[in-house]
């Protein structure tokens, strides 16, 4: 009876350790409004936490002690030629190299259109050691900004050089 409740104790170790979430690391969201006269940029006051398992990335606001689903993005497999996204399947639209602080950061550009809905037409830019990187709804000309403790700055490097990669 006890190695049965060893092997327990420990199968539900193996389960909470496959799930890391740093509980250091903030995420903080921008807002912008491309191509508007109204410039100013607005961050969401509510912490986002990252929930990484061998499964898919989650995102959750933190609102009065309660979390919040608001994203998840799974890649496919290595290739990275497809994502899930809120479980709706996205293609690779395109890939660019960005040089930050003397890093590489490869972003994947993924188009998010689901049929016979409207407005939700986006860019999903992924980077599989951070995960989702922004989120550009051309409908709406609206970027989602997510900064990392090791991107802060990255906005700068595809906005000021390419904002080609974001909106085509």
């Known amino acids: 009876m006890r190695l049965k409740y060893n092997f327990l104790s420990f199968a539900l170790l193996i389960i909470i350790l496959s799930c890391s979430y740093n509980k250091n690391e903030t995420i903080t969201i921008y807002h912008y409004k491309l191509f508007s006269t109204d410039s100013e940029t607005q961050i969401d006051s509510d912490p986002l936490i990252r929930l990484i398992n061998p499964e898919a990335i989650e995102y959750y606001y933190l609102k009065e002690n309660k979390s919040i689903f608001k994203y998840m993005i799974d890649p496919f497999d290595e290739s990275a030629s497809r994502i899930l996204f809120n479980q709706d399947t996205c293609e690779l639209v395109s890939t660019k190299l960005f040089h930050l602080n003397g890093n590489d950061i490869?972003?994947?550009?993924?188009n998010y259109d689901l049929k016979n809905v409207q407005d939700?037409?986006?860019?999903?830019?992924?980077?599989?050691?951070?995960?989702?990187?922004?989120?550009?709804?051309?409908?709406?000309?609206?970027?989602?900004?997510?900064?990392?403790?090791?991107?802060?700055?990255?906005?700068?490097?595809?906005?000021d050089n390419d904002l080609d990669f974001i909106i085509k």
């Open 106 to 110: 490869e972003v994947f550009k993924y």
């Open 120 to 159: 939700e037409e986006s860019f999903i830019f992924y980077n599989p050691k951070y995960g989702i990187i922004a989120i550009y709804n051309y409908s709406w000309l609206h970027l989602t900004y997510f900064e990392y403790n090791n991107t802060e700055g990255l906005i700068h490097s595809i906005t």
